[in-house]
């Protein structure tokens, strides 16, 4: 069971827009750490998508953007293509466990 | 380019010890902090561990506190992860990855390729 809670599976068709949740508590999102990112496609080394909630690092395409509110977080991708197909993790920081949590991941399926 | 390589996986049995490295490359080693985080097969990404640039900080997981040590050399631009008492559970692919730090909450901005442990009779 992870600390942040995430969809285990979205799906869309190309063109289109989805979004996945990050659900945290008051001991992290909540307490004011930031919300990052990760996309990661099996068998290669994840990256780093978004950083402080609604950073994205040079490179990353501006159909990716993120957002917090409370203790959650969300992970915007508009104009789905292909090469999205992949997991995607939320991570933050977690005063009580002092230590950085993760969530579950979500499976991005490209219909 | 920053580059993480982690060598040192490979098959024990439960109760053996084995011993992770990552060389790193391309960026002032001792200025960052490093993490190691992990992959279970069929499962998410669990940090493991981490260590300040000096070396003179360092964090683990409740999994894995009391077990596993991580270092590092400044010297020689590498980090490394002693695993000792290693469990069935800890069968995974384990990453070395540089740390970044934002208002207090730290993040991944670079990841080696990993390195598979697997904990079996």
């Known amino acids: 069971q992870s600390v942040l809670t995430q969809p285990p599976s979205v799906s869309g068709a190309p063109g289109q827009r989805v979004t996945i949740s990050c659900t945290g508590s008051?001991?992290?999102?909540?307490?004011?750490?930031?919300v990052h990112w990760y996309q990661h496609l099996p068998g290669t080394a994840p990256k780093l998508l978004i950083y402080a909630n609604t950073n994205r690092p040079s490179g990353v395409p501006d159909r990716f953007s993120g957002s917090k509110s409370g203790t959650s977080a969300s992970l915007d991708i508009t104009g789905l293509q292909a090469e999205d197909e992949a997991d995607y993790y939320c991570q933050s920081y977690d005063r009580r466990l002092s230590g950085w949590v993760f969530g579950g991941g979500t499976k991005l399926t490209v219909l | 380019e920053v580059q993480l390589v982690e060598s040192g996986g490979g098959l024990v049995q439960p109760g053996g010890s084995l011993r992770l490295s990552c060389a790193a490359s391309g960026f002032t080693f001792g200025t960052y902090a490093i993490s190691w985080v992990r992959q279970a097969p069929g499962k998410g990404l669990e940090w493991v561990s981490a260590?300040?640039?000096?070396?003179?900080?360092?964090y683990y997981a409740d999994s894995v506190k009391g077990r596993f040590t991580i270092s590092r050399d400044n010297s020689k631009n590498t980090l490394s992860l002693q695993m000792n008492s290693l469990r069935a559970e800890d069968t995974a692919v384990y990453y070395c990855?540089?740390?970044?730090?934002?208002?207090?909450?730290?993040?991944?901005?670079?990841w080696g390729q990993g390195t598979l442990v697997t904990v079996s009779a």
């Open positions: 008051s001991s992290n999102i909540g307490a004011s750490y930031a």
């Open positions: 260590i300040s640039g000096s070396g003179g900080s360092t």
């Open positions: 990855a540089r740390e970044q730090l934002w208002n207090l909450s730290p993040f991944i901005d670079y």
